[in-house]
């Protein structure tokens, strides 16, 4: 079974990284806008995977069955203040692609956590 992170460099895709991780039984990987260098020293047990957001089949080929998607990633209040469009396009519309498309691919489940 895999355990797919969205947002795995905001504080709480991270955590959940680092404490899926340790379970020898998932394998876990996380998406994320960050460096990987860094996140690498951060989660070493984890692998690692650069989504294409705003992309019309928004990453589908990544998406596995059987999948496990904990959808954290999403832009922080301070951008969402300073662009309402980009906040809603990516917020909502990315998110709603996303799980269309894990509908789909036919994953067991899609957890979406956000602030």
Known sequence: MQLLIT?????????TAKFFSKDNKLNVKVESRR?????RKEIPF???VKFKW???NNNKSKIKKNDIIVHFA???SNECEKN???ARNFNV????????????AGVEKF?????
């Open 7 to 15: 947002g795995g460099s905001g504080l709480l895709g991270a955590n």
């Open 35 to 39: 460096n990987f260098v860094q996140l």
């Open 46 to 48: 984890c692998s690692f």
């Open 54 to 56: 705003n992309s019309k």
């Open 74 to 76: 999403g832009l922080n």
């Open 84 to 86: 309402i469009l980009e």
């Open 93 to 104: 519309y990315e998110t709603e692609k996303l799980f269309d498309n894990a509908i789909k």
């Open 111 to 115: 957890i979406f956590i956000s602030t």
